[in-house]
Structures are given as C-alpha cells and as structure tokens.
DNA sequence: GCATATATTTAAGCACACTTAATAAAAAAG
DNA sequence: CTTTTTTATTAAGTGTGCTTAAATATATGC
C-alpha cells in the first residue's frame, strides 16, 4: 500500500471540491433570480453593509462610478433598491436593499444554506463536533483583513 | 455570558468564508488572465475531462451549441484549444487543452493552491491534523454525483 | 468667495455572451 | 436508399457590462 496523501494536500482538496459545490449552487440560484452576477453582488454587498454610496461599490468591485451608477440604476428600477439622499453630504446617494431585495437576499441565503445543512445532518455527531472546530480554526486564521486596496 | 453558537452554524460560516475568500481570488486571477469567466471555464472543464466535443460543452455551460462553438472558436484562435476531427464520428470535434492552455490551466491552480497553502502554513500541527480529518469527513459525504442534468 | 476636488449621472460606443434561424455534413433509423 | 437525427458552424440581432468623456451638483481648501 502506497502512502496516504500529506494533511496539506488532503485539507487542499477538501477546500476546492467545498468551494467548487458552494459555486456552482450560487451560479444556478442567481440564474434563476433573474439578475446577472454583477448585479447580485451589489444586493449581497448591500446586505453585508446595509447602506453606502455609489463608489464604495465601484470601489469594490473595482469597476468605474459609471459602470457602477447604471447597474444601481437597473436595480432601482428593478424595485430591489432604494436611493435617497444623503443629508449628511448631498452628493452622495444612499443606497440600500428594498423589502424587495432583503426578501431575494434572504432566499438567496438560504439556498446556500439548504445545502450546507444537508451535508451537515449528514455527519455524526462526533463528526459534526470535529469538522465545526476545523472550521473554526481555519476561520480564525482566515485573513487578517486582504482588502487589497 | 451567552452560549456559543450551535455546530452547525460554525460550519456554515466557515463554508462561507472559505468559499467567498477562494472565489474572490479566482476572480482576481481570471482577470489577469485577459480571458472571460465562460472562456475560463471550458478550459477548466477541459483540464478535468482532458477531451470533449462542443455539445458536452454546451451541455454542461447549459448554452446553446452555437454559443459553445463560438466560445471556443475563439479559444482556439488564442491558441490555448485544440480542435481536430474525430475519427470515429467526423461529426463531432475533439477539443482539448494546447500546451498553452494547459499552462494557464496550471498557473490558475497554482494560484489557487497559494493562499491554501499559507493558511495551511499558519495552522499548528495538531490543527492541520483535525481540519485535515474534518476534510476528510467533508469530502466523503459530499454528493453521491448531484450532475443537475 | 473662488478654485478645486468629490459624488453621481448621462451619452456614445465597444466587446462579449447569448439567442434563433439557416446551413452543411455525417451518422442512425426505417 | 431515403428520411431523420445529431454535431457543429455561421449569420444576424439582442442585452449586458464596461469604458471614456462630458455634465451637474455639492463640498472643501485657501
């Protein structure tokens, strides 16, 4: 019998067959939303942050205010946005998810979930003990913060 | 002070920062590539299955065999496909990976691999053996085959 | 107050993925 | 052998995201 595979190339493994169910899961519920991905990662960015302006999110999806200003633009008129005025600083518009787009968010959310939860009550319990304190190592050592910008 | 979270939330958060850190750096390293997310993926899909003909593309993209054909058509242009006439059914064509593609297909793997590995460096022994068994566990008991199709 | 910087929007135009419809060629069915 | 099905391609047209450039409005610096 040849050797077991090293614990580095086990955990590597793991984490790409994970992240690759995880993906492909995504894929096929913001198909079905109707939306394109750009524009779903603006409403998940808003659920994460609740409110901001127009360059935060050009910001981070690295693309221009402009390309940013029209894709908020379809989601507004989608009904899945709200835009209002910032009294604070008037130039800015504030952005945030509509009852609309909370809702799709949410399913969103738990369609991830459904299948994660599967997979999970599919685990002993001893097994569930040692894969949730794996997880909560390799979240901990995560990234210190990786905003690159 | 409150109780801790319950396992299986534990592990859904370590899904989903795991997931979400491994696709923001494959997004990062499809945009350097100058190719395009469909683009990227046949080659992916190639790299896995080594051989194929358009239609299994088209089929697993869940696009039209005119997309596929010309997704490729321009793959094959940059010189990272290869396209030849099957013998046994001149029907279809025989796509695979140029020694070019199989090189980028590599890099992007590589890259993949590189913040594994350094949080795989940051873990102590003792850690990287439980998440290593808790990928493990995870890996086995992921999808009988789930191919949607 | 006046010049400058910032936040957003609009317009024009490009590249891309995708679709449907039409075409061609080979295989399979009858 | 003829008909039908399968595989791939091409042509034409649509929708999207993106960019640059220009416009507008507000805030900030001196």
């Given at each position: 019998m040849k050797h077991a595979p090293p614990l580095a190339e086990t955990i590597r493994q793991g984490i790409d067959q994970i992240t690759h169910r995880a993906f492909r899961e995504h894929l096929r519920f913001v198909k079905t939303s109707g939306l394109t991905m750009p524009q779903f990662n603006i409403l998940m960015q808003l659920h994460y942050q609740h409110e901001c302006g127009v360059s935060e999110i050009s910001a981070r999806m690295d693309i221009t205010n402009a390309a940013a200003s029209q894709l908020v633009e379809k989601l507004v008129q989608a009904g899945l946005l709200e835009r209002t005025e910032d009294?604070?600083?008037?130039r800015v518009k504030q952005l945030r998810l509509s009852d609309n787009g909370k809702q799709l968010v949410e399913a969103a959310i738990a369609a991830r979930h459904q299948w994660m939860d599967e997979l999970i009550a599919s685990l002993q319990p001893n097994e569930r003990e040692t894969v949730a304190q794996a997880m909560h190592i390799l979240v901990s050592h995560l990234p210190p913060i990786a905003d690159s910008r």
């Open positions: 009294p604070h600083d008037r």
